[in-house]
């Protein structure tokens, strides 16, 4: 008969490792690795056991004479040592469980301070926040295992080989991981940026771990994935306070090209929404089949880029033609040869 435990008659020794001896014609061998088991405890163990089986007994000999009342009072009466000290850690738990409401909620609002002072993006306080919210729930939750008597060491390793085993089977979505956290970090575009990325196009609403949320001119929302986002070039057309924008537009050959350029660039000087610095200039572009082209550059606010624009193209129709000059369109002339029979 093996034992893992202890044994009484060691001469009041500690008993280690290996230590052998025999109990009653049985072998106990002593396998602690590093705690020493002395005498008293032994002794203090052995009194445990025995009257926990005088207890058991004295339940049992109860339900066999049928008396159920007598049984939960024998139960009580060994048990609410037990149940009273349970209660206090549970108690003790939920005090913890307040505590780290309340702390965690102080440090969400130190953070949203330090946030607004140095202008972080908001989807990144959005996932810091979310980070701060998991690290300290994961910790009290680890306080409350311990109180319970739970190893935690235990846990940890379970939860860590665990998170590996995900990690390699979802590789994909930590690479999607790692792209948002460098988006996040290196600030190619924020939130409400209207950007072209991976083939799409739109205005930044979240940027997320997993994916970023466009809004698409025609009021669609896009996930893209921030992998493919940062495997493509992207185009940031919010990024400068001012844009610059050209419009091209003919007038017939027949027209004077000096009266064409000052009747255009008047009309932009004299737009509220173009800016004097740098000035507007008309530009010949091309001297196309059917008419010369004129290309309108200018330069406007960013959030004012497509009111200008907009307003440009409306007017130049009534501008050209008011002046007495034309806007061309293709013609083609068709010549046929008589072809004597």
């Given at each position: 008969m093996l034992f893992y435990g202890w044994y009484h008659e060691t001469g009041g020794r500690p008993f280690f490792k290996n230590d052998t001896t025999t109990i009653g014609g049985a072998t106990a061998v002593m396998f602690t690795e590093k705690e020493i088991i002395m005498p008293e405890e032994i002794e203090k163990t052995e009194e445990v056991l025995q009257t926990a089986t005088f207890k058991t007994k004295a339940v049992v000999e109860q339900l066999t004479k049928g008396d159920v009342k007598g049984v939960w009072e024998k139960l009580w009466e060994s048990l609410q040592g037990e149940i009273w000290h349970f209660g206090k850690i549970v108690l003790l738990a939920v005090v913890i469980f307040i505590?780290?409401?309340?702390?965690?909620?102080?440090?969400?609002?130190?953070?949203?301070?330090?946030?607004?002072?140095?202008?972080?993006?908001?989807?990144?306080?959005?996932?810091?926040?979310?980070?701060?919210?998991?690290?300290?729930?994961?910790?009290t939750l680890l306080i409350i295992l311990e109180l319970l008597g739970i190893n935690t060491a235990s846990v940890l390793t379970v939860v860590g080989?665990?998170?590996?085993?995900?990690?390699?089977?979802?590789?994909?979505?930590?690479?999607?991981?790692?792209?948002?956290?460098?988006?996040?970090?290196?600030?190619?575009?924020?939130?409400?940026?209207?950007?072209?990325?991976?083939?799409?196009?739109?205005?930044?609403?979240?940027?997320?771990?997993?994916?970023?949320?466009?809004?698409?001119?025609?009021?669609?929302?896009?996930?893209?994935?921030?992998?493919?986002?940062?495997?493509?070039?992207?185009?940031?057309?919010?990024?400068?306070?001012?844009?610059?924008a050209d419009i091209t537009v003919g007038i017939d050959y027949g027209?004077?090209?000096?009266?064409?350029?000052?009747?255009?660039?008047?009309?932009?000087?004299?737009?509220?929404?173009?800016?004097?610095?740098?000035a507007p200039t008309v530009l010949v572009a091309e001297l196309a089949d059917s008419s010369v082209n004129l290309t309108l550059r200018f330069w406007t606010e960013n959030d004012k880029y497509w009111d200008a624009y907009?307003?440009?193209?409306?007017?130049?129709?009534?501008?050209?033609?008011?002046?007495?000059?034309n806007i061309p369109f293709p013609q083609r002339v068709v010549t046929f040869a008589n072809k004597a029979e």
């Open positions: 505590i780290a409401y309340f702390v965690s909620k102080l440090i969400h609002k130190a953070f949203n301070k330090v946030a607004e002072k140095y202008a972080i993006d908001v989807s990144l306080v959005s996932i810091i926040h979310r980070l701060i919210t998991l690290l300290m729930l994961s910790f080989a665990a998170g590996l085993a995900v990690g390699l089977a979802l590789k994909d979505t930590l690479s999607n991981i790692a792209a948002g956290i460098f988006l996040l970090t290196q600030h190619p575009y924020k939130t409400g940026d209207f950007v072209e990325c991976a083939g799409m196009s739109g205005s930044i609403l979240e940027i997320g771990l997993f994916t970023t949320k466009l809004r698409t001119p025609q009021g669609q929302d896009i996930f893209v994935p921030n992998n493919s986002i940062i495997a493509a070039p992207i185009t940031n057309y919010s990024s400068n306070k001012v844009r610059r027209d004077n090209l000096e009266d064409g350029i000052k009747l255009l660039q008047a009309m932009m000087e004299r737009n509220p929404l173009i800016l004097k610095d740098p907009w307003d440009i193209q409306r007017n130049l129709k009534a501008e050209i033609e008011g002046a007495g000059l």
